[in-house]
């Protein structure tokens, strides 16, 4: 939607409207772009972008507006949604879903990421159709939620046809829009500050308003307004009112200020001059306009009408006028005031106590009228009265509004226990409780734990006590404070809560004993007393939850095959409740790890589909973990390129990775780890530094933190062996062998690299310790899962103390059977060396061939020096040809997945359509997208079709 009215008069601005103009040719051609225009109120923003914008329908695009509305920052996504033309009543499609999502769609309990999810696919499907432009005007009162949507637009701009106009004024000064506004110009968006216009501009501005060139008189008024169009627009209004002449009427004298030639007189403020401006409306229209204004920028009849006590046949002939005199305009089934600065300037002439009292009343009549929760919150917000009604609203409905707008829920809550503190005892445990609740979800946890800590301290309920308790634990445990979650925990069974939250507080005791102290068989005592209570009290959650914590147990003592049944029940019995959708998230992660502990790894790439089939569907905000698992199966797999997107799709300051305190720590330490390995493999120096940096940096305290470490501490050593330092590298990998009590480390994978680096240094005493825990580790994973992974690296690890190539060969096929292509490079490699060593330099070298053609695939440019200096000593080489370095730009450089994913988008298929073929998330394809652009040097979607087609024709 355009704006209402486009300038009666555009001058001045050329060097801006042609950069404009520039920006829509290239969207229309299909190259995205992004723009941020400033300026103070009424310096002809809208104006330039609605110029600007002109030629884009001519050109095939399609521009969606919205204003944003300060009454409405508080209702997450509003502004957006408005853009986007997301209605209730008459949506479809994606649409539809949306509005099902945040108006009630049943067994949704947090329904604004699966909804910003399905919006930011709303957008990649009609840019794909159609080259888009949006615009946000006074993106300065837009609310969080929608900036967070600008912000992830903004990130894959450059492969969409998609052209973000943000317009704003530099007063008010928020935070979130000054972050937005930082991003946005770090991704080289246009950036115009609108100044004031000239005054050649003004005079040409007055001519064509006035009729006429000015005298002396109105050039003088003019003055008046520094070089602001909407203030010189209005102010003229008001002369030719105050004389009673049309546009054009001239001569423009007519217009002159009666007073007298020289007269002083005071510039009025640009507010005033608005409602100057107004003065000629009738007083009935004006009073109901003002009471619109309460309604916000946007405002049905209906509500106008409950608002005022009146049926909406009163209000015909005022807003009849209001319409024929340009005050508001029709957007669908709503009236909008025609600029902001005319809703401003008639809310301003109610006075401020009467205001607040009115807001009051418009929440109870949209409360009646059966209004969606946010646009009560927003009247309630707007007034500072607190009564029974408020108060009794505000509980009722605290559960929904924290689903559908938490901030406002967290702000209404907090000033309704402010008030009923000391007075009201059981309403203040109620609202305090649910702002509790609120706080740990919107992630402010030192806020959470104050409310808990004052329930414990203050509250009767007991039901809300246990809950407080629980939701403390999870808190205390979430930002690192492990033993104080334990007693905490052990004093809320101590009180003897109802069943329900005793089998859940053991099942969170059981977690946290495994996590923080690696006491297995205690926590696995304790998880099986919860699963019996919870059994019995019915608990799906608390039954789901206590088997995950088995799981943990089972898997730590390499039981994989126990470990699979408990996490298999733990699904069955969570099953799709979108309730449980964080602690389904964590068991769907435990049986992918499971299945490739079993050397399953077919399975659980079919795990890894439906988890991202259902993370995708649901908006999951828990899916920075679920890209890293993803990372580390790839990696394992072979298909490092894939690995790569996965870990450039992980959001690590997005929302909490542990589920909430669910789970344990660890997943930002694998995340570093294994970015800083994959990058070591590929010398890619740069990167790898990045992440261990980042990565050491991190605290490693609980057993939880140490045994995700491992990836991290394998990267740290393979950057000392690169740098010439093997000795260091021997002494991080043999910290692997210090295991702390219950820890799950799976070390044999990292342990031939320690034997091979022990042996090249002469330290044979450690190599055999190292094949020593290797065997170990391998014999309890035979003894009760049956012979997988772990075998198969003690039998690398033998051969290669024995110097035995022939078991390596073993090995390396063994790695070729269950697809794993990474670890036969290496055992091919070390049985190079081996070969080489016994003068069976044919061998060598064919072997040696065999395992850099692998690395070659991978783009492991640091493990084809190491195997080529390894055995330089014994004359091996591979030859003049030898194999040809992996292209790192052009077709040839993309990836298997990354054709597949060009072929498409030269099919006109949208992210979203291509994410459902390949069953990947949204964001991944998102990110193999930024690499094609990257691979082939090209700028938009449409270069990438031009070049996938002309390969296909080069295709016999």
């Known amino acids: 939607m355009a704006p209402l009215a486009p300038p009666r008069v555009f001058v001045g601005r050329e060097a801006e409207t042609a950069q404009l103009r520039e920006l829509v040719r290239s969207v229309a051609a299909g190259r995205g772009g992004l723009l941020w225009v400033e300026g103070e109120p009424g310096i002809g923003k809208t104006a330039l972008v609605t110029e600007g914008l002109a030629e884009g329908p001519e050109l095939g695009c399609r521009t969606m507006w919205a204003t944003a509305d300060e009454m409405s920052r508080h209702a997450p996504l509003h502004a957006v949604l408005d853009c986007l033309q997301v209605d209730t009543h008459e949506a479809s499609g994606r649409r539809a879903r949306i509005s099902e999502l945040l108006h009630g769609a049943p067994g949704i309990t947090e329904p604004?990421?699966?909804?910003?999810?399905?919006?930011?696919?709303?957008?990649?499907?009609?840019?794909?159709?159609?080259?888009?432009?949006?615009?946000?005007?006074?993106?300065?009162?837009?609310?969080?939620?929608?900036?967070?949507?600008?912000?992830?637009?903004?990130?894959?701009?450059?492969?969409?046809?998609?052209?973000?106009?943000?317009?704003?004024?530099?007063?008010?000064?928020?935070?979130?829009?000054?972050?937005?506004?930082?991003?946005?110009?770090?991704?080289?968006?246009?950036?115009?500050?609108?100044?004031?216009?000239?005054?050649?501009?003004?005079?040409?501005?007055?001519?064509?308003?006035?009729?006429?060139?000015?005298?002396?008189?109105?050039?003088?008024?003019?003055?008046?307004?520094?070089?602001?169009?909407?203030?010189?627009?209005?102010?003229?209004?008001?002369?030719?009112?105050?004389?009673?002449?049309?546009?054009?009427?001239?001569?423009?004298?007519?217009?002159?200020?009666?007073?007298?030639?020289?007269?002083?007189?005071?510039?009025?403020?640009?507010?005033?001059?608005?409602?100057?401006?107004?003065?000629?409306?009738?007083?009935?229209?004006?009073?109901?306009?003002?009471?619109?204004?309460?309604?916000?920028?946007?405002?049905?009849?209906?509500?106008?009408?409950?608002?005022?006590?009146?049926?909406?046949?009163?209000?015909?002939?005022?807003?009849?006028?209001?319409?024929?005199?340009?005050?508001?305009?029709?957007?669908?089934?709503?009236?909008?005031?025609?600029?902001?600065?005319?809703?401003?300037?008639?809310?301003?002439?109610?006075?401020?106590?009467?205001?607040?009292?009115?807001?009051?009343?418009?929440?109870?009549?949209?409360?009646?009228?059966?209004?969606?929760?946010?646009?009560?919150?927003?009247?309630?917000?707007?007034?500072?009265?607190?009564?029974?009604?408020?108060?009794?609203?505000?509980?009722?409905?605290?559960?929904?509004?924290?689903?559908?707008?938490?901030?406002?829920?967290?702000?209404?809550?907090?000033?309704?226990?402010?008030?009923?503190?000391?007075?009201?005892?059981?309403?203040?445990?109620?609202?305090?409780?649910?702002?509790?609740?609120?706080?740990?979800?919107?992630?402010?946890?030192?806020?959470?734990?104050?409310?808990?800590?004052?329930?414990?301290?203050?509250?009767?309920?007991?039901?809300?006590?246990?809950?407080?308790?629980?939701?403390?634990?999870?808190?205390?445990?979430?930002?690192?404070?492990?033993?104080?979650?334990?007693?905490?925990?052990?004093?809320?069974?101590?009180?003897?809560?109802?069943?329900?939250?005793?089998?859940?507080?053991?099942?969170?005791?059981?977690?946290?004993?495994?996590?923080?102290?690696?006491?297995?068989?205690?926590?696995?005592?304790?998880?099986?007393?919860?699963?019996?209570?919870?059994?019995?009290?019915?608990?799906?959650?608390?039954?789901?939850?206590?088997?995950?914590?088995?799981?943990?147990?089972?898997?730590?003592?390499?039981?994989?095959?126990?470990?699979?049944?408990?996490?298999?029940?733990?699904?069955?019995?969570?099953?799709?409740?979108?309730?449980?959708?964080?602690?389904?998230?964590?068991?769907?992660?435990?049986?992918?790890?499971?299945?490739?502990?079993?050397?399953?790894?077919?399975?659980?790439?079919?795990?890894?589909?439906?988890?991202?089939?259902?993370?995708?569907?649901?908006?999951?905000?828990?899916?920075?973990?679920?890209?890293?698992?993803?990372?580390?199966?790839?990696?394992?797999?072979?298909?490092?390129?894939?690995?790569?997107?996965?870990?450039?799709?992980?959001?690590?300051?997005g929302p909490e990775v542990t589920h909430y305190g669910l789970r344990e720590h660890g997943p930002i330490l694998l995340y570093h780890g294994v970015a800083a390995l994959l990058a070591g493999h590929r010398d890619d120096r740069d990167t790898a530094r990045r992440h261990l940096e980042a990565g050491l940096a991190l605290p490693s305290v609980t057993v939880s933190d140490w045994e995700n470490g491992d990836f991290l501490l394998a990267a740290d050593a393979l950057s000392a062996e690169r740098d010439g330092d093997p000795a260091s590298a021997r002494d991080r990998l043999a910290e692997l062998l210090d295991i702390r009590p219950g820890q799950m480390t799976l070390i044999h994978q990292w342990l031939p690299d320690l034997v091979r680096i022990a042996l090249d240094l002469d330290d044979d005493a450690l190599a055999r310790k190292a094949c020593a825990a290797c065997t170990a580790e391998a014999e309890a994973e035979a003894a009760l899962s049956g012979p997988a992974r772990a075998g198969a690296a003690a039998e690398r690890c033998r051969g290669l103390l024995a110097g035995d190539p022939e078991r390596l060969l073993a090995v390396a096929g063994h790695y070729e059977s269950v697809s794993r292509p990474f670890e036969r490079a290496q055992s091919l490699e070390d049985a190079a060396v081996l070969l080489a060593r016994a003068r069976r330099t044919a061998q060598a070298r064919d072997r040696l061939n065999e395992a850099v053609g692998i690395y070659a695939a991978l783009g492991a440019g640091w493990d084809i020096r190491r195997a080529d200096t390894r055995v330089r000593p014994y004359g091996v080489r591979r030859g003049v040809r030898g194999t040809r370095k992996r292209p790192s730009f052009g077709w040839d450089a993309l990836s298997p997945t990354e054709l597949k994913v060009a072929r498409m988008v030269a099919k006109g298929m949208s992210n979203p359509e291509i994410a459902s073929d390949l069953f990947l998330s949204r964001r991944t394809v998102q990110t193999h997208v930024s690499h094609i652009l990257g691979k082939l040097g090209v700028h938009s979607r449409v270069e990438i079709a031009t070049v996938a087609l002309s390969h296909e024709a080069d295709q016999p």
């Open 112 to 653: 604004l990421w699966p909804a910003m999810e399905e919006l930011l696919a709303l957008v990649d499907e009609l840019s794909t159709a159609k080259p888009l432009i949006m615009v946000m005007d006074d993106i300065q009162w837009a609310d969080e939620a929608s900036l967070l949507a600008w912000h992830r637009l903004a990130q894959v701009v450059e492969q969409q046809s998609l052209l973000l106009v943000a317009v704003s004024r530099p007063v008010p000064q928020r935070e979130p829009v000054d972050r937005l506004r930082r991003s946005v110009l770090a991704r080289d968006a246009v950036l115009l500050s609108l100044g004031p216009l000239t005054d050649a501009e003004v005079s040409a501005l007055v001519t064509d308003l006035a009729g006429g060139p000015p005298d002396s008189e109105l050039r003088r008024l003019a003055d008046n307004a520094a070089g602001n169009p909407l203030y010189l627009c209005e102010m003229l209004d008001v002369l030719r009112r105050r004389h009673r002449a049309a546009p054009g009427d001239g001569p423009a004298a007519q217009l002159s200020d009666p007073a007298a030639p020289g007269t002083a007189v005071p510039p009025p403020s640009l507010s005033s001059v608005i409602t100057r401006r107004l003065d000629f409306l009738p007083p009935e229209v004006l009073e109901t306009l003002s009471s619109a204004t309460l309604l916000g920028q946007e405002f049905s009849v209906t509500d106008l009408a409950g608002l005022l006590g009146e049926p909406p046949s009163t209000l015909l002939s005022p807003l009849r006028y209001a319409i024929a005199a340009g005050v508001v305009g029709e957007h669908n089934r709503l009236l909008r005031f025609r600029h902001p600065l005319i809703h401003q300037a008639l809310r301003d002439t109610i006075p401020s106590a009467l205001r607040v009292a009115l807001h009051r009343q418009a929440a109870e009549v949209l409360d009646r009228a059966g209004a969606p929760v946010e646009r009560v919150a927003e009247q309630l917000l707007s007034s500072d009265t607190v009564d029974g009604w408020t108060l009794d609203w505000t509980v009722e409905h605290a559960a929904a509004l924290a689903h559908r707008a938490p901030e406002a829920a967290a702000h209404l809550l907090r000033r309704g226990a402010d008030h009923c503190a000391g007075i009201e005892q059981e309403r203040w445990e109620v609202l305090t409780a649910a702002l509790a609740k609120t706080l740990f979800r919107l992630g402010r946890n030192a806020e959470a734990e104050t409310c808990a800590w004052q329930l414990l301290e203050l509250a009767h309920d007991p039901e809300i006590t246990a809950e407080m308790r629980w939701i403390l634990a999870r808190v205390l445990f979430s930002v690192g404070r492990s033993r104080q979650a334990v007693t905490v925990t052990e004093e809320a069974l101590d009180a003897c809560p109802a069943p329900m939250w005793r089998a859940r507080l053991q099942a969170l005791l059981a977690m946290f004993l495994r996590a923080d102290a690696g006491e297995v068989a205690a926590a696995e005592s304790t998880a099986r007393e919860a699963l019996a209570v919870a059994e019995d009290a019915e608990d799906r959650f608390g039954i789901g939850y206590a088997l995950c914590v088995v799981w943990l147990a089972e898997a730590v003592r390499r039981d994989f095959r126990a470990a699979l049944s408990s996490v298999d029940r733990a699904l069955e019995v969570i099953g799709d409740d979108p309730e449980y959708r964080d602690l389904r998230s964590w068991a769907l992660d435990n049986k992918i790890f499971t299945l490739q502990n079993l050397d399953r790894l077919s399975d659980a790439e079919a795990g890894l589909r439906a988890a991202v089939a259902e993370a995708e569907q649901g908006g999951d905000p828990t899916q920075a973990s679920l890209h890293i698992g993803t990372a580390v199966h790839c990696f394992w797999a072979g298909r490092w390129d894939d690995a790569r997107t996965a870990l450039d799709s992980v959001v690590v300051e």
